[in-house]
Antibody, heavy 121, light 111 residues
Framework: QVQLQESGPGLVKPSGTLSLTCAVSGGSIRSTDWWSWVRQPPGMGLEWIGDASHSGITKYNPSLKSRLTISLDNSKNQFSLEVNSVTAADTAFYYC??????????????WGQGTLVTVSS | QSVLTQPPSVSGAPGQRVTISCTGSGSNIGADYDVHWYQQIPGTAPKLLIYGKTNRPSGVPDRFSASNSGTSASLAIAGLQAEDEADYYCQSYDNILSGSVFGGGTKLTVL
């Protein structure tokens, strides 16, 4: 059973950098799966942020791409998210997830519990 | 504005059958990318409900089923139970965005 756990500051100042880490257990980030971030503003829907693969390929939501970095740390079996130049619009629950890619199916089968990040001074 | 369109809410009485629609376009569902469905109980993380068109993860009852046609997909829930009350999201891949896309979510109320 794969388990994911997010960690990081719950409060970030406007124009600052949001940094989160997702620790993976029960599975290896060196696998052929993708490792992803999804966010959800309070009371709103889900938004895909981006993915990273074990081979170093990253894919980002075009609406966020200029501010994003997703990276993998094989030694710690974890992956990270950085969002630069944050505003109040980045306030959301942030979820890390494993994404499987099988043929034309790309889906998130394991999710972390989520962590609320608030952007405020 | 979500790439995939879902009704904001649906409702049904216990024991009834409800369906939730998910409408996309030629760059996602219409391009034959699979549609997947998630259930989210308020205050918790989304949970994979159906993947790869019709597959259910272990533990998901067969009361949940899915189908798609053209640029649309739908989730059906038969024999509604109080525990089914949750938000439901569809998700697919979009080849113009080169990434995953979600529907706006549908709140299911069991009357």
């Amino acid at each position: 059973q794969v388990q994911l756990q997010e960690s990081g500051p719950g409060l970030v100042k406007p124009s600052g950098t949001l940094s989160l880490t997702c620790a993976v257990s029960g599975g290896s980030i060196r696998s052929t799966d993708w490792w992803s971030w999804v966010r959800q503003p309070p009371g709103m829907g889900l938004e895909w942020i981006g993915d990273a693969s074990h081979s170093g390929i990253t894919k980002y939501n075009p609406s966020l791409k200029s501010r994003l970095t997703i990276s993998l740390d094989n030694s710690k079996n974890q992956f990270s998210l950085e969002v630069n130049s944050v505003t109040a619009a980045d306030t959301a629950f942030y979820y890390c997830a494993r994404k499987r890619a099988v043929g034309t199916a790309y889906y998130f089968d394991y999710w972390g519990q989520g962590t609320l990040v608030t952007v405020s001074s | 504005q979500s790439v995939l369109t879902q009704p904001p809410s649906v409702s049904g009485a216990p024991g009834q059958r409800v369906t939730i629609s998910c409408t996309g376009s030629g760059s996602n569902i219409g391009a034959d990318y699979d549609v997947h469905w998630y259930q989210q109980i308020p205050g918790t993380a989304p949970k994979l409900l159906i993947y790869g068109k019709t597959n259910r993860p272990s533990g998901v009852p067969d009361r949940f089923s899915a189908s798609n046609s053209g640029t649309s997909a739908s989730l059906a829930i038969a024999g509604l139970q109080a525990e089914d009350e949750a938000d439901y999201y569809c998700q697919s891949y979009d080849n113009i965005l080169s990434g995953s896309v979600f529907g706006g979510g549908t709140k299911l109320t069991v009357l």
